[in-house]
């Protein structure tokens, strides 16, 4: 009992004290976001659920994700029927901030019960680290200051994400594995940086047989391609069916945002974005050309293109490109030798690859490297010491988004607390050469 105190119930409960103190903290215009949503999800049929502008922050969500607004008005209603108002622009009455912000926590239940199952599934002599790792992510300081002070609804997200990597342990769970994940796309479309592992994994475990990549296994084959279809039919069915696919998709991919988000993350664009602001100065001196347009250009977050004054323009196909290469390297290895905790490590590098090559990255997509990659930190001591920078430097990237005085304080002290405390508990814990038993070979075909 003592090695898995506390537990991740007990954990969760004192955490949700916690956030509830955070209930009137900053907010940024997503909690405007969301709000909207809300009005749009309840006053308007499905069908304009998607051309409806009247905000400029129309839905960018896929569908599940919309559905998932139009049960949470069923309840605003009769918590604040203003909040539901397209009109209201900016509204935020006290008890719609109370609203939304508790949404956000009881919907983190997602991912209490997926890092439960994840303990719970782990072997016995894996108790004590999965635990730890578990609470790590539980604690976050990205889902803090993302959720909980920034307002999104990752924790429920990343939930989701989680129980299907958790559900991937075992052959007799691989498909619903691959549906929960189809779900996930249908909720937000960003983990399709990750769809590539999945793509390889499930191939060679679950449609390809245990000896041979020639022996292909029908029945899985049909019931996985049968299920898929079946998840994105319902997310997406009634759209095709109004014509509308264009539209949808031309919402959850707006290029014309521009290579870099407004606030940089820390990622290749960011480095070259910054070298095109030096080289403004130096390119005279060089005889290099420098483009007026370039010149007053600046990352934006709603809508507008960035352009360069010195370097080459960088297209959407290019960063395209460029995370797919590298999401290869570590593919090819998945696929002759697929196990799950390679495919673990393959879902953290294809984030990584994203988050690094990316188009228009945000600065929380970092998450998508962080809380996969917490699921193998405690493997031995080599991937420790590949976790320690990531989580330092991925938290402190984050810090931006919270820019006003009251909340400095916060961010700093959770994020040291939680540095120390888990960087500590998992330097004690991980193992100095052999890695701890977690899954050597593909889950096995019964």
Not at 75 to 98: C, F, I, R
Not at 105 to 132: D, G
Request: glycine content about 6%; aromatic content about 16%.
């Amino acid at each position: 009992m003592a090695a898995t105190f506390p537990s991740i119930a007990q954990t969760a409960l004192v955490a949700a004290a916690l956030k509830i103190l955070l209930l009137p903290a900053y907010r940024s215009t997503d909690f405007e976001v969301h709000r909207n949503w809300l009005a749009i999800t309840h006053s308007f049929p499905v069908r304009e659920w998607y051309y409806e502008k009247t905000s400029e922050w129309t839905l960018d969500y896929p569908p599940f994700f919309a559905y998932f607004e139009w049960i949470l008005s069923q309840l605003a209603q009769y918590a604040d029927p203003g909040m539901l108002d397209v009109a209201n622009l900016g509204y935020s009455s006290w008890k719609t901030v109370y609203f939304q912000r508790f949404t956000v926590i009881v919907t983190e239940l997602v991912l209490v019960f997926a890092l439960q199952l994840f303990v719970r599934s782990s072997p016995t002599p894996m108790k004590r680290t999965a635990q730890t790792a578990a609470l790590s992510i539980l604690l976050s300081p990205g889902l803090l200051i993302i959720d909980h002070i920034h307002f999104q609804y990752n924790g429920f997200l990343y939930g989701v994400l989680l129980l299907s990597l958790i559900l991937a342990r075992q052959q007799s769970t691989l498909l619903l594995s691959a549906l929960t994940f189809a779900a996930l796309l249908c909720l937000k479309h960003i983990y399709l940086y990750l769809a590539p592992a999945y793509f390889v994994y499930l191939l060679r475990a679950y449609c390809l047989g245990p000896r041979s990549v020639f022996q292909i296994q029908f029945g899985n084959t049909v019931k996985l391609g049968v299920g898929i279809l079946s998840v994105f039919g319902a997310a997406l069915g009634p759209f095709f069916y109004w014509g509308q696919i264009e539209q949808l998709l031309g919402r959850l991919f707006p290029f014309s945002r521009g290579l870099c988000h407004a606030y940089w993350a820390p990622n290749v664009w960011a480095m070259y974005s910054f070298t095109d602001r030096i080289l403004i100065y130096v390119a005279p001196r060089l005889g290099l050309e420098v483009k007026e347009a370039g010149l007053n250009s600046a990352t934006r977050g709603l809508i507008g293109d960035t352009s360069f004054a010195v370097l080459p323009e960088i297209p959407p196909r290019t960063t395209f490109f460029l995370t797919l290469f590298f999401q290869i390297i570590c593919l090819i290895k998945l696929f002759f030798q697929p196990s799950w905790e390679r495919f673990i490590g393959a879902v953290t590098l294809c984030g990584y690859a994203s988050f690094l090559f990316g188009w228009h990255v945000h600065e929380k997509a970092i998450l998508l490297v962080i809380i996969p990659f917490s699921l193998l930190a405690l493997r031995d001591r080599r991937y420790l010491g590949a976790f320690r920078p990531l989580a330092v430097s991925g938290h402190v990237s984050l810090f931006p988004l919270l820019f006003t005085i009251a909340e400095f304080p916060i961010k700093i002290v959770y994020t040291l607390f939680w540095l120390i405390l888990f960087l500590l508990a998992f330097d004690k814990l991980a193992p100095s050469y052999e890695p701890l038993p977690l899954t050597t070979t593909a889950p096995s075909h019964k």
